[in-house]
């Protein structure tokens, strides 16, 4: 018999869905464990009374993540169509770098479609920005939060101020014009050994190589820092895909939404 509890205790939810990222080979990607996964709810799976595995499920309904340990491997089918059958759940978001989670998916799938390319460094290229007169590319300060919010994407309170409290924003100003904002946190899975990267080009400014530039100067913070950089973009984004390949990263993984 198969029974579903909702895992209550965060500490015990975070330790269940950290311990699987770190089972895979490398992170998946880190908005995707900090925010998908992270803000999801955790629910143990019992078979004939003992537990099996566990599962999270985001508030759009959608399967993040599935695991079964190996004692159970013989009932994994069971208790994945047991889970997608509930009311639970009603897709599955999983990336390729989740061979058992995707496998099944792919099995009980009416609907595929492709989320989010998640790419990983192939080259250390060198990029230079000649037409503008006096780059600086360095971490933000408290002085440059009223700029930011004036000319980068909107975000909720507190989150640019907590980057730069924490260094994991970085600013690119020619003279005293802002051009765009880089942002770096380091992955905690994995032996915090990833640098997880995001770049925004001041709308007036794009189309001449600054997002290349910036995401050039994050890789080789991430690499001053012993660490291996990722980034990821929305599908639909083919702008972005283009400045990323230009930077040297090839999307050789991607998260992949499934409609059961």
């Known amino acids: 018999m198969i029974e579903i509890v909702e895992v209550k ?3 015990e939810a975070n330790r269940l869905k950290s311990k699987y990222i770190e089972s895979l080979k490398t992170p998946i990607d880190g908005f995707w464990q900090n925010v998908e996964v ?28 599935f695991y079964v340990s190996k004692e159970y491997y013989m009932n994994e089918e069971e208790i994945f169509k047991y889970i997608i059958t509930s009311d639970i ?9 989740e061979p058992e989670f995707m496998s099944l998916c ?9 989320d989010s ?6 080259e250390k290229v060198r990029y230079e920005l000649n037409s503008f007169s006096k780059l600086s590319f360095r971490l933000a300060q408290g002085q440059d939060i009223d700029e930011i919010k004036n000319k980068c994407d909107p975000a909720f309170k507190g989150y640019y101020e907590k980057l730069i409290d924490n260094e994991q924003l970085f600013v690119l100003y020619d003279n005293d014009n802002l051009l765009g904002i880089g942002e ?15 770049m925004h080009v001041v709308e007036k400014y794009r189309g001449n190589g600054i997002g290349t530039y910036i995401n050039v100067k994050l890789k080789e913070h991430c690499y001053s820092k012993n660490l291996i ?7 639909k984004n083919i702008i972005s895909k283009k400045t990323l390949e230009k930077s040297g ?7 992949i939404l499934c409609e059961f």
């Open 184 to 198: 770096f946190r380091i992955i905690k899975e994995h032996g915090e050994k990833y640098g997880d990267i995001g």
């Open 9 to 11: 205790v965060e500490q």
């Open 89 to 97: 759940v009603e897709k599955a978001g999983v990336s390729t770098k």
């Open 38 to 65: 992270a803000s999801s709810k955790c629910y143990e799976v019992l078979y004939n009374g003992k537990v099996a595995g566990h599962f999270c499920v985001n508030s759009c309904k959608t399967l993040v993540q």
């Open 106 to 114: 792919l099995d009980y799938q009416k609907n595929i479609t492709v």
């Open 117 to 122: 390319y998640l790419f990983t460094d192939n």
């Open 249 to 255: 990263f090839i999307a050789n993984h991607r998260i």
């Open 229 to 235: 950089p990722m980034v990821c973009c929305d599908v």
